[in-house]
């Protein structure tokens, strides 16, 4: 049978993403995200996503497109994809807490000091909180 789905105790994250993204712009977000997912397509967790370069590409963009709407930008995948409904489209993969810390350091590894995305030290902390928040609600393998 298959594993039982976990549902973290914490719930839905509370409040919203920093509104950075008129501050960070969309090239440099779109390249972060480039950067992250080739991290995690050299990861303990790379089985996850796509081993065509092309799919893997894709599969940034979306993640780009989500986090420029998240950080108050256009809509772009509400637009393209509907409503986001994160946790529900991860629940085909398989995520425990060891997959939630390695792609938590492919997102710290490619976000680096936070200077490519124009962003200063505080800046870079509250958006590492609200990710690590964000990500903890992906979870769902114990
Ligand atoms: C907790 C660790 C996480 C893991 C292991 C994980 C893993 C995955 C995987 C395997 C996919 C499908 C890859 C593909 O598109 O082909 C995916 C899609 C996606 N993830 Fe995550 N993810 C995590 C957390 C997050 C977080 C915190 C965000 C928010 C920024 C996020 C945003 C997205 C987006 C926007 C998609 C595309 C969904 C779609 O339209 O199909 N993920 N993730």
Request: net charge neutral.
């Amino acid at each position: 049978m298959a594993d039982p789905v976990y549902t973290p105790p914490s719930g839905p994250p509370q409040g919203s993403p920093p509104r950075l993204f008129e501050h960070i712009g969309l090239e440099p977000l779109q390249a972060f995200s480039r950067d992250m997912y080739q991290r995690l397509s050299r990861s303990e967790i790379s089985a996850l996503f796509p081993s065509d370069p092309g799919e893997l590409e894709a599969a940034s963009r979306r993640q780009a497109d989500f986090l420029t709407g998240a950080f108050g930008g256009p809509q772009l995948y509400r637009q393209k994809y509907g409503h986001p409904r994160m946790r529900a489209r991860h629940l085909p993969f398989p995520i425990d807490e060891h997959a939630r810390q390695t792609w938590l350091s492919c997102f710290q590894g490619a976000l680096g000091d936070g200077s490519r995305l124009n962003l200063d030290a505080a800046q870079t902390e509250e958006l590492l909180r609200w990710i690590e928040r964000f990500s903890e609600w992906m979870m769902n393998r114990k």
